[in-house]
């Protein structure tokens, strides 16, 4: 499927928000429901996920969310950007990820890091191009799964003995407003800068579900809709 915006009037953005919202909720769904029960994976396998899904979050989300800053046009938009990296660096996300997954054994080994290392390069040089529309709806999707995946992840820790979950806490609540925020991001952006016809709208969704994909069952899913 191939969504182009182009010429929008102001008085359907909304609406065209709300379609692109409900595709991209859609395909958390059905990310979530893919996902193999915690307890009839064996303890390796567990760690794994863990260790993938830390090799991508922790050197790459506040990059990729300073990217799609670079690349919006919209005064509008750029604080509510600002905001989301406000909190990630003023926290210290990536230092709480870390007591994360170290609390839970699952530091990611060589074999970890190259298992996600052609999708997340992918992601970077898509990233890369600084195209905000298309940024920002993959960012919004980014978000909106983490929020959803946080349980998940948590389960994970804790059959590997860890009582740290601090990580899994914070973002199951604050990436409900950080996905807000984004999506609101996104009219904002659609409104100023259109997408030029011909331009799909989801690719990064799609490359950044292959990652998550690839997290998860250690394998790329080459399919684009």
Known sequence: ???????????AIGSAVATIQEKINGIIDDLIESLPPVDTLAAEEQRRIIARYSAVLEGNFIYWMTATLLAVKSEAAKPILIDNL?????????AMLRRFFVAAQAFPTPDDSQAIHEDMTKMRLFLGRLSAVQSLATMAFFEGFIQRFMGYLASL????????MEYTDVHGVCDIAHTAGLFQALGEEMNL????AGVDLFEGVYLLRNLVD????????????
């Not at 406000?86 to 990536?94: C, G, I, K, L, Q």
């Not at 690839?214 to 809709?225: D, K, P, S, Y």
């Open 1 to 11: 499927m191939t969504t182009t915006m182009q010429n929008v009037p102001t008085a």
């Open 214 to 225: 690839c997290i998860v069952f250690n394998r790329a899913t080459l399919q684009a809709a």
């Open 86 to 94: 406000m909190e990630e660096v003023r926290d210290a996300h990536p």
């Open 193 to 196: 800068s259109p997408l030029p």
């Open 157 to 164: 820790a804790a059959a590997q003995g860890s009582k740290e």
